[in-house]
């Protein structure tokens, strides 16, 4: 079956133009106006991913964002304008998996599609390695599920990927390309702001201090999980 992307804009030269290239590359295409509209073909729909914009009248995508993220991991690809870089930092934030910069060409919109999905089906595909335990840590490959101190990680499919590759490789200091490409891909192994934030993200939801702390930086290489 044609994976089924969801293509949300107020600008309706845009839909038109992600949604022809999309379909002539074999995609099931569904386009929202609004955010309202996007809310309800979601649930209606259940697309294989999201192209949101950010800046629309009305529910932002950004809330539209926070909404889908309460229910789901369904990915998300948000456009952003060249001058909203705390947009894409707050879009990474609350969940979204990438984000492309207007104006893009059609190379670069189908590069950024064909990768997010690749990411998916790679995360669907890493089942089968059963319970991996690094200290009050527990990651349950199969399960898609992390456990701190007995309590469940709320994590989204990326943040469990970044967390499980860096439990597989415990005490190692792993850098920061090896880390993008695994978890985001090739395309991505320059990115390190993606890492910056994620990790981000896991410290926050593992409660690290001072005196309780499992992600450690090891500045202008990479990152390391210790138990």
Do not use: C
């Not at 101190?149 to 967390?163: A, N, P, Y």
């Amino acid at each position: 079956m044609a994976e089924r992307i969801l293509i949300v804009d107020d600008e309706e030269p845009l839909r038109r133009f992600i949604g022809r290239n999309l379909s002539a590359r074999g995609y099931e295409v569904l386009t929202a106006q609004d955010g309202w509209e996007a809310l309800r073909l979601f649930e209606q729909s259940a697309p294989d991913l999201i192209i949101l914009d950010i800046l629309m009248p009305g529910l932002s995508g950004l809330e539209v964002l926070k909404r889908i993220r309460q229910v789901s991991l369904v990915p998300i690809l948000v456009l952003t304008a060249l001058d909203q870089e705390a947009d894409k930092i707050t879009a990474l934030d609350l969940g979204a998996d990438d984000y492309l910069t207007k104006p893009f060409g059609v190379g670069e919109l189908l590069a950024r599609v064909r990768a997010t999905l690749r990411r998916v089906r790679w995360s669907e595909g890493t089942g089968g390695a059963g319970i991996l335990r690094i200290g009050d840590l527990e990651l349950d490959a199969d399960q898609r599920r992390a456990w701190h101190r007995g309590e469940m990680l709320r994590l989204t499919g990326k943040e469990f990927d970044l967390l499980y590759l860096l439990a597989r490789h415990a005490g190692r200091n792993l850098p920061h390309r090896f880390l993008l490409q695994r978890v985001w891909g090739p395309e991505y192994q320059d990115e390190v702001e993606y890492l910056r934030v994620y990790i981000g993200r896991l410290r926050r939801k593992l409660e690290e201090t001072n005196d309780h702390r499992h992600l450690f930086t090891e500045p202008g290489f990479g990152y390391r999980l210790e138990a």
